[in-house]
């Protein structure tokens, strides 16, 4: 069955500092994977998406992912962070095969990022 | 395109009444999931409707069912409610089909006293 699991529930760092959050996943199958954050009191929005390609994925606000195949992880890194990014993100796995549990997301429990000043 | 909308924003209710969410997914999207988020247990996969079927559904009580009509709009019952179903609902839109990327509306703040 597939899992996602975030390894670090908060994370505070210094505004301009880079920051990476990490991400490992389980699955049997082919994966697509996705960050998203989640502003107080919102929704969820998308941040970026692996679904094929090049391993190294970029997104809205600076963002950027790697994918990494062999060690099934999935880490979130900025170089420069600033007190707008303070959110909590979550990292979520979806299978690429047909049948089973298409359709729906398995996500992990969230990093709470504190950015101060 | 508008995004997803969810209404109502806010909801308070009382034990053992039941409920009724609505969600209205990105115009040409035709898969609406629903997900509960609560503080202990995170976000939770409720269930999935395609094409106004119910095609995958996560380990929830029978007190949450749902529906989907032929617009692709889609509704959420909880009937029954319990104090533990107090959670952010959130209703997300996909075309349907792999990757399944998903895109998510404002939520639900339900609070049950």
């Known amino acids: 069955a597939q899992s996602v699991t975030q390894l670090d529930s908060q994370v505070p760092v210094f505004e301009e500092a880079p920051v990476e959050l990490r991400c490992n996943y389980s699955?049997?199958?082919?994966?697509?994977l996705f960050w998203y954050v989640q502003y107080p009191n919102q929704g969820l929005q998308l941040l970026l998406k692996y679904l094929s390609g090049s391993t190294l994925v970029k997104g809205i606000n600076g963002f950027e992912a790697e994918f990494n195949k062999s060690q099934t992880s999935f880490h979130l890194r900025k170089p420069s962070v600033h007190i707008s990014d303070t959110a909590e993100y979550f990292c979520a796995v979806s299978e690429g095969g047909y049948g089973g549990s298409q359709g729906n997301l398995i996500f992990g429990k969230g990093t709470k990022l504190s950015v101060k000043p | 395109k508008a995004g997803v909308t969810q209404t109502p924003r806010y909801l308070i209710k009382t034990r053992g009444q039941q409920v009724t969410l609505s969600c209205s997914p990105i115009?040409?999207?035709?898969?609406v999931s629903w997900y509960q988020q609560t503080p202990g247990q995170g976000l939770q996969f409720l269930f999935e409707y395609f094409s106004e079927t119910q095609r995958n559904k996560g380990n929830f009580p029978g007190r949450f069912s749902g529906r989907q009509f032929s617009n692709s709009r889609s509704e959420m019952n909880v009937s029954t409610l319990e104090l533990g179903d107090s959670a952010l609902y959130l209703c997300?839109?996909?075309?349907?089909?792999?990757?399944?990327?998903?895109?998510f509306g404002p939520g639900t703040r339900l609070t049950v006293t």
């Open positions: 997300a839109s996909s075309l349907g089909d792999r990757p399944y990327e998903q895109y």
């Open positions: 699955s049997s199958v082919s994966v697509y």
């Open positions: 115009s040409g999207h035709r898969s």
